[in-house]
């Protein structure tokens, strides 16, 4: 007799109570972890300082913290929320005031955390590309190190010697490694 599992949706996270936990959905199964714990929130907000700062400049799309939720695969069952994202303006929904965006943001900024586990990450990841993102930026504060996968397949690993760059994407924004873990 086989296991019979839950299979979660976006209807069912709607219906979660809000108790402070962060909850997502990938490929139907349910992901529970704490709030996040200081290191965490300031790493992800210089990035998300960069990223805005930037932004006001170019004006190239909309930057989102961590409450900005997406259907990542065009379904109910797979829904993440990024710790930072970018989206370009085409891909906001028309009723920004009640429509969730469909697909993966087009930068999605994971931070890990010591909850997460190496398969969600690379599953998150998987799932992101999958959905459209063009980059994925994973970010691992107990090592100091940065991945970089990208749409095409390449990812790269970046030390504190590194910069991030995105030039396909954001032309002109630049955000050394060091910078996010001072």
């Given amino acids: 007799m086989s296991a019979v599992t839950t299979q979660f949706t976006l209807a069912d996270l709607d219906r979660m109570p809000e108790d402070g936990m962060h909850r997502e959905i990938l490929h139907g199964e349910l992901i529970e972890m704490p709030p996040p714990k200081p290191r965490h929130e300031i790493i992800t907000s210089r990035i998300n300082a960069s990223l805005v700062g930037f932004n006001l400049q170019a004006r190239l799309g909309t930057v989102f913290g961590s409450n ?13 929320q990024p710790d930072v994202s970018f989206l370009v303006p085409e891909r906001l929904p028309d009723d920004v005031d009640n429509d969730y965006v469909t697909g993966a943001p087009d930068l999605a900024v994971e931070v890990i955390s010591p909850s997460e586990s190496a398969q969600d990450v690379e599953d998150k990841t998987e799932a992101y590309l999958q959905g459209g993102a063009h980059a994925v930026i994973v970010v691992y504060p107990r090592t100091a190190k940065v991945n970089l996968v990208l749409a095409d397949g ?11 760059s995105l030039p396909n994407l954001l032309p002109g924004w630049e955000l050394p490694v060091k910078d996010i873990f001072e």
Wanted: hydrophobic share 35%.
């Fill in 154 to 164: 390449t990812s790269r690993t970046l030390r504190s010697a590194d910069t991030i």
């Fill in 68 to 80: 900005m939720g997406y259907k990542v695969l065009r379904d109910d069952r797979t829904w993440i």
